[in-house]
């Protein structure tokens, strides 16, 4: 694939998917290290894309594992739906959401109305649960 196309055609990113979850099995740093080695263009795509779900996702930018439910719940959700957020878990009132907007992940939390504040980067999962349990 040409790295200069600005996205796969989707058949394409099938073929590849296919291949990286056959190639990587159950081995979520095995696949982490498989998207890593894709062309900009083919990752941001398959991480958007129903492809993959939406726990890879979170393991791919976080590196970490949540608790047992909080990763249930990302492997329900296809990645598609990181464009708008899966809500991840709740606090009495808050909501931390995972989305993804512009290829980068965000933390967001929220009252179920509007969002208090967002978190970006790799500690965005423990800064955010910091902040929902010093708001409490």
């Given at each position: ?26 081995d979520?740093?095995?696949l982490?290290?498989?998207l890593?080695?894709?062309?900009e263009?083919?990752?941001?795509e ?29 492997e329900l ?14 606090i ?14 965000e933390?967001?939390?929220?009252d ?7 978190f970006?980067?790799t ?10 349990e010093s708001?409490?």
């Amino acid at each position: 694939m040409d790295t200069e196309d600005p996205a796969p055609s989707f058949p394409e990113l099938v073929r590849i998917a296919d291949c990286l979850l056959d190639e990587s099995g159950e081995d979520e740093d095995a696949l982490m290290r498989r998207l890593e080695t894709l062309p900009e263009p083919v990752r941001r795509e398959l991480l958007v894309s129903d492809l993959l779900n939406a726990w890879q996702v979170f393991y791919y930018f976080f590196r970490t594992v949540p608790d047992e439910l909080v990763q249930e719940r990302l492997e329900l959700e296809p990645a598609s739906s990181l464009v708008d957020g899966v809500a991840i878990d709740e606090i009495e009132l808050l909501t931390r959401v995972f989305r993804v907007k512009n290829s980068r992940p965000e933390i967001i939390v929220t009252d179920g109305k509007e969002p208090l504040k967002t978190f970006t980067g790799t500690s965005a999962v423990a800064d955010s649960q910091f902040y929902m349990e010093s708001t409490l």
